[in-house]
């Protein structure tokens, strides 16, 4: 029998639950930084679910000065990484959703390793990944 002095036990959101609450999240930053005002689009960043329309997703690893630098593929298949892809969908920042030309369908969530990128004395100022500069 319940104790209807103890408050009911919590349980944790649903991931739809939880995709909600993290556009609700977003939004609500947004407006606090001035940069969404109500309107289709406010109402459009309540409605459009991310995890939907990017899946995918990579995440940097490695340090910033180690080369080459590493990126993990999350993948909303995958529920073990659904909470951090979520961080990444809804955080504000940039989202790297395909790596150096790869196809964007049928990828296999494993590290990719960035090309180290060498500017070479070409004369035109362009880089080269993997480039062999003597």
Excluded: N
Excluded at 96 to 109: I, M, S
């Amino acid at each position: 029998m319940l104790d209807p002095l103890l408050p009911p036990a919590q349980t944790a959101p649903s991931p739809e639950e939880r995709t909600r609450i993290a556009r609700a999240e977003m939004v609500a930053g947004l407006e606090a930084a001035g940069h969404l005002r109500p309107g289709p689009v406010r109402d459009a960043f309540l409605a459009v679910r991310r995890e939907v329309l990017m899946p995918q997703a990579y995440v940097r690893r490695s340090g910033p000065d180690e080369t080459p630098p590493r990126w993990d593929l999350l993948d909303w298949a995958v529920p073990a990484d659904r909470e951090e892809l979520l961080g990444l969908l809804y955080g504000g920042e940039s989202v790297l959703v395909q790596h150096d030309g790869e196809p964007v369908l049928g990828r296999v969530a494993a590290p990719r390793l960035r090309p180290v990128w060498k500017r070479c004395g070409s004369g035109t100022g362009r880089a080269t990944a993997g480039a062999s500069c003597t």
